[in-house]
């Protein structure tokens, strides 16, 4: 099962978009909650609405969002 996280968020990470137009960010926290808040934070930091992409939880949660203008 580990595994097949880590396949799936390797995946997730090498569909991420790099363009000029889209920025990725990641938080890591305790809670699916505040991991996201800190992402609604840093998008709303720099101006921007986020999509998350990928979430992983292997004592705490690690989530990865990507930000668009």
Same mark, same amino acid.
């Given at each position: 099962m580990?595994?097949?996280n880590?396949?799936?968020?390797? *995946?997730a990470?090498?569909?991420? @978009?790099?363009? /000029? ?6 938080a890591?926290a305790?809670? $699916? ?6 992402? *609604?934070a840093?998008?709303k930091? @720099?101006?921007? /609405?986020?999509?998350i992409?990928?979430?992983h939880?292997n004592n705490? $949660?690690?989530m990865?969002a990507?930000?668009t203008?």
């Amino acid at each position: 099962m580990k595994n097949i996280n880590k396949f799936v968020f390797a *995946a997730a990470i090498t569909l991420v @978009s790099f363009g /000029s137009f889209a920025q990725t960010v990641s938080a890591r926290a305790s809670t $699916v909650d505040s991991a996201e808040a800190e992402i *609604a934070a840093q998008a709303k930091k @720099s101006g921007a /609405s986020y999509k998350i992409i990928a979430a992983h939880y292997n004592n705490g $949660v690690y989530m990865i969002a990507k930000l668009t203008k």
